[in-house]
């Protein structure tokens, strides 16, 4: 096995010479990557200057992929614990009640090196991008980059794709040792008891569940009602809270984070809270996991008189161009929600407007989903949207509601064992339609196995496709998701009338 | 909890009258349930007679849901083996180096007395059908059934929904005790230690699968080539079997069963093969467990003159009628795959067509998957096919071809872990397009959490959709299947050249 990429030194793969280019990316990142492809595939001279030892961003780095990692080791360590010496599954060994969390960590970081070296490779061989590493650059003009040590170079536009950063809340105590955020969690140099993760988001829940699946004490600490920044109905969300509840996950909503607190040696041991009754209380923890969200990297370009929001983000239009002529921005550093398919994206549609292709990018409608110890994904409307948009819905529920006996039907993927013996694990699903047009208008899932299908569930939804076309799909069963069957149930009524 | 339906004695929910039916459904099967809930849903008057305690066919019984449990039952214990001692993972404690079966498939049977509950609730509380149970059916003409002790029934049309049962091969020894189907498999009543499966197929494979998990020493016989019969490149076919090798599960293929043989109690002590050098061999074994198809239940038309096929499958055209007015007939007893999407839709168009909404069904075309350590999914043409068909293809592939250092990309879900530790077990995936209209053309995946999606990307493929319709499709990172972003790294390129 060879390592490619070298990390200890920059490197560059562009032939050396003055000329223009047709776009520089300032960052190769997911945005600065897949706009770099896009551009190059489509004929275009374009050159990436990355400050980081590697292509892919944080989210090879320290965000989604550790992300995803931590989500399903908390996976299976929650099937390993609810399992226990049942039927065929061992007793857990763990020492002193914990799993220890640095070696899973270190073997991250080992993996991560051959995630870099793919990334390179995939970009040189494969894709045949002209790229710098190590190399930070600053914007001299709409059309100059300055790269230390290399001098300047000239380009006829310049896409900003440098990212975002982890957001600190303005309270006393941020910067104690037993602080963490994504971006310094591999930092990570002892093993942590009692934890507080800040932040009932999507990228605080994977931490909490993890934490708390390799047996920290973990608590969860949320501003708002629970999950009610999720376009989820109430059935969904609380099937989710449940879940979280029955592994003895607390999350305190309607919370607020005053201060984070330390003993005499700098290092935290509390957190102070003001609760929903407005009871100030403070939480033992040595450990304090920040997912309060991201502020764009926009500072790169606050000298050119680009226009840059309340959040810092890069303000562009819908063709991904700033105000000022030649200057284009994507992905995290233009604020909203920081996903990956907006980043990918974004780059694509940048390069398609700059070549000459003029394409709208819209992010109005997109699929989504929370990891905790399940995936929670949806689509489109909830239920309570849909009957205040349309009034008659028709939903297909899963569980049945007022069904008062085991419903021992596996509702995801890895959920026979469950649905056999502990049924209420089984995972949760729904799909809502228009009762008077037959038309889907929305989804929602809780289990394994599902995320995947939303992809397409959302070209469903904007191709305006009804419970007859639904209906008439071919299921691959046992699918993880009954979206066809169930709908199939239903659809032959002219009328739709739940199945109540 | 309750028990609804009461597996002691015949059940029937219609009232009782010497009224013409629309439609009598024989056999409650999916075809059967399916076909009955559209029908009742379309505003009809069906009775639905099932000859067993309960609706849902063997699906529910000891089919389809046995097969993904053993199989979802053969993957934990699976990762559980591999990952057995390392980071946080335990020993695995087995009794004389393995698992015990028994109490795994007592659990199944418990279990499924609460779906059987369920399918009688779903359907005679939420659909409203009317059905008879433990009443084994005759037809005596085309509109009248006779059930024993209940008098005849008068009906317009029947549909015949009576499934298909084990095939058994024409050799010595199928009757000895220790030869099992799935039909007859929940009688086990010792646990085995050599086991020999006959059939690489859709049906054995999950079985082999779990046996070679629980630790039974396990041997596959297979007549054809290994995995012939499925549509799958030589690459998806190469990893779906290194795979099986890795776990020290041998596929003899081009192998035919001459005769099972016992000991002098009677008991299976081995089975005598001839391999594909026309060597004859003995394999120990004191299980056989026989995969090799089913038959359908014919018999109850056979005195009817509805045209029968040499497989004993009665022939329907594409408005499933068979050549008698009034009768027509759906699901297993048809013939060809028996895929649950195919007995539900063939309910359904069955249903249409009774009802004078004449619809053809389009059997051709379909997504499938096959259950082993992974799921490999596939659908549409493989590479082969579509080189041969369309000329000049595009592939995009991963793990990428010639590409020797790791590949730490997971390839499906629940493969993170596996993608930083041991990156080759990480999955597999293509998708194929037509060069030269962009055209979509199939997809092969091998993994978990992928085979929902394949559902949908068989509507695409219906659909015609190209590749940019597929890179503009938003994708739910870190999907499980790459084919979205795979495809958009090389749909700006006008003419399109596989990622080398």
């Given at each position: 096995?060879?390592?490619?990429?070298d990390?200890?030194?920059?490197?560059?793969?562009?032939?050396?010479?003055?000329?223009?280019?047709?776009?520089?990316?300032i960052?190769?990142?997911?945005s600065g990557?897949?706009?770099?492809?896009?551009?190059?595939?489509?004929?275009?001279?374009?050159?990436?200057?990355?400050?980081?030892?590697?292509?892919?961003?944080k989210?090879c780095?320290?965000?989604?992929?550790?992300?995803?990692?931590?989500?399903?080791?908390?996976?299976?360590?929650?099937?390993?614990?609810?399992?226990?010496?049942k039927?065929?599954?061992?007793k857990?060994p763990?020492?002193?009640?914990?799993?220890?969390?640095?070696?899973?960590l270190?073997?991250f970081?080992?993996g991560?090196e051959y995630?870099?070296?793919?990334?390179?490779?995939?970009?040189?061989?494969?894709?045949?991008?002209q790229?710098?590493l190590n190399?930070?650059?600053?914007?001299v003009?709409?059309?100059?980059?300055?790269?230390e040590?290399?001098?300047?170079f000239?380009?006829?536009?310049?896409?900003?794709?440098?990212?975002?950063?982890?957001?600190?809340?303005?309270?006393?105590?941020?910067?104690?040792k037993?602080?963490?955020?994504?971006?310094?969690?591999?930092?990570?140099?002892?093993?942590?008891?009692?934890?507080?993760?800040?932040?009932?988001?999507k990228?605080?829940?994977?931490?909490?569940c993890f934490?708390?699946?390799?047996?920290?004490?973990?608590t969860?600490?949320e501003?708002?009602?629970?999950?009610?920044?999720?376009?989820?109905?109430?059935?969904?969300?609380?099937?989710?809270?449940?879940?979280?509840?029955?592994?003895g996950?607390?999350?305190?909503d309607?919370?607020?984070?005053?201060?984070?607190?330390?003993?005499?040696?700098?290092?935290v041991?509390?957190?102070t809270?003001k609760?929903?009754?407005?009871?100030?209380?403070?939480?033992?923890?040595?450990?304090?996991?920040?997912?309060?969200?991201?502020?764009p990297?926009?500072e790169?370009?606050?000298?050119?008189?680009?226009?840059?929001?309340?959040?810092?983000?890069?303000?562009?239009?819908?063709?991904?161009?700033t105000?000022?002529?030649?200057?284009?921005?994507?992905?995290?550093?233009?604020?909203?929600?920081?996903?990956?398919?907006?980043?990918?994206?974004?780059?694509?549609?940048?390069?398609k407007?700059?070549?000459?292709?003029p394409?709208?990018?819209?992010?109005d409608l997109?699929?989504d989903?929370?990891?905790?110890?399940?995936?929670?994904?949806?689509?489109g409307?909830?239920?309570?949207?849909?009957?205040?948009?349309?009034?008659?819905?028709?939903?297909a529920r899963?569980?049945?509601?007022?069904?008062?006996?085991?419903?021992p039907?596996?509702?995801?993927?890895?959920?026979m064992?469950?649905?056999?013996?502990?049924?209420?694990l089984?995972?949760?699903q729904?799909?809502?339609?228009d009762?008077?047009?037959?038309?889907?208008?929305?989804?929602?899932?809780v289990g394994?196995?599902?995320?995947?299908?939303?992809?397409?569930?959302?070209?469903?939804?904007?191709k305006?496709?009804?419970?007859?076309?639904?209906?008439?799909?071919?299921?691959?069963?046992?699918n993880?998701?009954?979206?066809?069957?169930?709908?199939?149930?239903r659809?032959?009524?002219k009328?739709?009338?739940?199945?109540?």
């Amino acid at each position: 096995m060879t390592i490619f990429y070298d990390n200890r030194r920059p490197y560059d793969n562009y032939a050396a010479s003055t000329k223009e280019w047709d776009v520089i990316f300032i960052g190769g990142g997911a945005s600065g990557r897949f706009g770099s492809s896009y551009f190059k595939a489509m004929g275009g001279n374009q050159l990436t200057i990355e400050m980081d030892n590697h292509l892919g961003g944080k989210c090879c780095k320290n965000a989604c992929t550790l992300h995803h990692y931590l989500y399903e080791i908390a996976v299976e360590l929650d099937k390993a614990r609810i399992w226990e010496k049942k039927e065929y599954w061992p007793k857990f060994p763990r020492k002193n009640g914990k799993v220890e969390i640095l070696p899973i960590l270190r073997d991250f970081m080992i993996g991560r090196e051959y995630v870099f070296d793919f990334m390179f490779h995939q970009s040189k061989e494969q894709l045949n991008l002209q790229f710098l590493l190590n190399q930070p650059a600053s914007i001299v003009d709409p059309h100059t980059v300055k790269v230390e040590g290399k001098g300047e170079f000239k380009t006829k536009n310049i896409v900003v794709t440098a990212g975002a950063g982890p957001s600190i809340p303005n309270i006393p105590g941020t910067n104690l040792k037993g602080v963490y955020t994504y971006a310094n969690f591999l930092d990570l140099d002892y093993e942590p008891n009692d934890v507080v993760v800040v932040g009932a988001s999507k990228s605080g829940m994977p931490w909490a569940c993890f934490f708390n699946a390799v047996g920290c004490n973990t608590t969860v600490v949320e501003m708002m009602p629970a999950l009610s920044q999720f376009p989820l109905d109430d059935d969904v969300r609380d099937y989710t809270l449940r879940m979280l509840k029955i592994r003895g996950l607390p999350v305190l909503d309607e919370t607020t984070l005053i201060s984070i607190n330390s003993d005499s040696s700098g290092k935290v041991n509390s957190v102070t809270v003001k609760d929903k009754n407005g009871q100030t209380k403070n939480i033992k923890a040595d450990l304090v996991y920040l997912a309060t969200g991201c502020t764009p990297r926009s500072e790169i370009v606050s000298h050119l008189g680009v226009n840059i929001g309340p959040k810092k983000e890069i303000i562009i239009n819908k063709y991904m161009s700033t105000n000022v002529p030649g200057i284009y921005a994507a992905g995290d550093i233009t604020g909203g929600i920081m996903e990956m398919w907006k980043a990918r994206q974004g780059g694509m549609v940048a390069t398609k407007n700059i070549l000459g292709n003029p394409t709208e990018f819209e992010t109005d409608l997109f699929a989504d989903t929370l990891h905790t110890f399940y995936e929670t994904s949806w689509v489109g409307l909830t239920e309570k949207e849909a009957r205040e948009k349309v009034g008659q819905v028709f939903v297909a529920r899963m569980p049945v509601q007022g069904y008062k006996s085991w419903l021992p039907l596996p509702l995801c993927e890895g959920a026979m064992e469950y649905a056999m013996q502990w049924p209420d694990l089984r995972g949760f699903q729904k799909i809502i339609y228009d009762a008077k047009t037959r038309k889907f208008l929305g989804a929602q899932h809780v289990g394994y196995g599902g995320k995947d299908s939303f992809q397409y569930l959302l070209y469903l939804l904007k191709k305006g496709a009804t419970i007859d076309d639904i209906a008439n799909l071919t299921e691959l069963f046992i699918n993880p998701t009954h979206y066809i069957q169930l709908s199939r149930l239903r659809a032959g009524m002219k009328n739709l009338v739940d199945l109540a």
